[in-house]
């Protein structure tokens, strides 16, 4: 019989009780890079200089990992030269283009900062991202076949079109002063530049400068603000870092085993989004992975067409996206041979799994979660996932990261009890913009992350999503805050109180509804609804469903019990 020292057996004691607990820390197997995101470019590049690295069939645009660079290195030249400086911020309005990824990639070879803007958009939501972090460029579409871009900036700044180009003095957005327009319009819009033309601007020695000054912009430099609420009032905008941008990306690319060979990669989701700027874009840069864009907007039909011609090996998308993927391959059986699928932005059952893997030829299904205060993911499915792992869970937490799941007093609950996710390490959020106050209530003096998900870690370590802490709501991969739509509604003359709600849909994952208490003797219908909020804010928070009622439920201390009106409309549409 073995005896065991007691000091050796108190440790294997507090081992057991540790691996008890909901804390997991990955220490990883490979270290974390300082890289910044113009530097990976460059690396890229230099390496796999003739490889596509992004297509666009709707464009009919392909360009190289070196044609790029080269692209990129001609923009930072001409923003320098139009008066931007380096930390100066430059946001793009777009939808998804080969300009969206030259000018993100632009943009960190000159050391500015990437302002993601929702291309969905309307005036005060575009006007109140620029004001609230001093958007001092802007590249944006000319118009699409629903969204004139160019009229809506006329309409928040007539100045626009009576000023030379670069020469923007403009009262309500005054940090803007240069717009670069994209698309076949773009020449003929009065005071703006059109992005080709841009491009020729610098001379070719401003142009080798910007290879001289990459040893200047550090890995820990802000490179990217995303907003992750409401534009009413002041939105929430969190900081990332090179740093942070580079190595999550990279270690997402690993997970999805884009460093096994040369993918191709289907991307259906938009690029301002977290999933389209870190998980795909920057990820392929990581692994040198060719990255298709189908369409500029979302289009199943032209999703299944890339994924066919250009013999995509992954497809990147939202659960939502998936649903139309399949039902349009049910119909169209076209010979496609991808052979793996990531869903993010939303949860996933694990039925739609199933049916992605058989209908659309899959030999993989892989699930992450995150958020953009963590760059983009905290949790993600291994390489060697079996099938419940893969469908029923978000995977494992990520390299270089620690978790935890905490009780209402703070408390570390054991595996397999639900509390609020925590989240500590590298990727965790500079901060947001200019906004101490939020900051400090999402992390703390020990740098844990408060995630407000309802989260278990199972007894293998694996997480899964049981429900959110916050209202936030995710319609078809796009987060939606209640309290935006809400104070716009009640803004309406009939209205006299309104809570806005998510009930659960069977395709996009939950669906917005308000519950509204109108004025004696007036009526509100949800047609009046819609017709309220378009053109006021974006088309994915008009809520799809209306409910009049005479009374809310409440606490004794009067705040509104949200979670009773899900019920009671649940119980209805049974």
């Not at 890339?306 to 039902?327: F, H, Q, S, W």
């Not at 205060?373 to 291994?382: G, I, K, N, P």
């Not at 590298?426 to 939020?438: A, I, M, N, R, V």
Request: charged residues 20%.
């Amino acid at each position: 019989m073995i005896k065991l020292n007691p000091k050796h057996y108190l440790c294997l004691l507090k081992r057991r009780a540790y691996t008890t607990l909901s804390y997991i820390h990955n220490p990883g197997t490979e270290p974390l890079r300082p890289l910044t995101i113009g530097k990976l470019l460059e690396r890229t590049a230099q390496k796999y200089g003739d490889r596509s690295a992004i297509i666009s069939p709707s464009q009919n645009q392909s360009f190289t990992f070196e044609e790029v660079l080269q692209r990129a290195d001609r923009l930072a030249a001409a923003l320098y030269g139009l008066g931007l400086q380096k930390g100066d911020r430059v946001g793009i309005w777009a939808q998804n283009i080969s300009e969206w990824y030259i000018t993100h990639m632009g943009v960190a070879r000159g050391g500015f900062v990437l302002v993601n803007i929702n291309p969905a958009y309307q005036l005060q939501e575009l006007q109140s991202c620029i004001n609230a972090v001093g958007v001092k460029a802007l590249v944006c579409m000319s118009k699409t076949r629903n969204h004139d871009y160019y009229s809506n900036l006329t309409q928040i700044s007539p100045e626009i079109a009576t000023c030379s180009p670069g020469k923007l003095t403009c009262a309500a957005m005054p940090s803007l002063s240069s717009i670069i327009m994209t698309g076949e319009d773009s020449s003929n819009q009065r005071g703006t530049f059109c992005f080709n033309d841009v491009l020729n601007l610098a001379s070719e020695n401003a142009v080798r400068e910007i290879s001289k000054i990459q040893s200047y912009i550090d890995p820990d430099d802000l490179g990217h603000l995303q907003f992750t609420s409401g534009t009413t009032g002041t939105p929430k905008s969190p900081m990332e870092s090179h740093f942070q941008i580079v190595n999550n990306a990279y270690f997402i690319g690993k997970r999805n085993e884009l460093d096994q060979k040369h993918h191709v990669v289907c991307l259906m989701a938009p690029f301002f989004h977290g999933i389209g700027t870190v998980i795909t874009l920057v990820s392929a840069l990581n692994h040198a992975a060719s990255l298709v864009i189908p369409s500029s907007g979302y289009d199943p039909d032209r999703a299944l067409d890339a994924i066919r011609d250009e013999k995509c090996t992954v497809i990147i998308g939202t659960p939502t996206m998936y649903v139309d993927l399949v039902n349009r391959q049910k119909s169209r059986t076209e010979s496609i041979n991808p052979e793996i699928a990531v869903t993010g932005g939303a949860c996933c059952s694990p039925h739609l799994f199933k049916e992605m893997k058989e209908v659309l030829n899959l030999k993989k299904v892989k699930s992450v979660y995150g958020l953009t205060e963590v760059t983009a993911v905290a949790f993600q499915s291994l390489y060697d996932d079996n099938e419940h792992q893969s469908t029923s869970t978000v995977g494992y937490v990520g390299d270089h990261l620690e978790v935890k799941v905490i009780d209402a007093e703070g408390r570390i609950v054991p595996r397999g009890t639900p509390g609020e996710l925590c989240i500590r390490g590298y990727s965790t959020t500079l901060g947001y913009w200019k906004d101490e106050e939020k900051t400090k209530a999402l992390v703390g003096a020990d740098k844990w992350l408060r995630t407000g998900d309802q989260f278990v870690i199972d007894d293998n370590g694996y997480g899964r999503v049981v429900g959110r802490l916050k209202e936030m709501i995710i319609r078809g991969g796009e987060n939606i805050f209640p309290a935006e739509i809400e104070d716009y509604l009640n803004t309406h003359p009939s209205v006299l109180e309104t809570h806005v709600v998510g009930i659960p849909h069977e395709r996009l994952g939950e669906e917005v509804c308000a519950c509204v208490r109108i004025k004696p003797n007036e009526s509100f219908t949800l047609d009046e609804v819609k017709s309220y909020c378009k053109g006021n804010i974006a088309h994915f928070k008009i809520p799809s469903k209306l409910r009049i009622v005479k009374a809310f439920p409440k606490t004794i201390s009067g705040k509104i019990q949200k979670y009773k009106l899900v019920e009671s409309i649940c119980k209805e549409i049974q």
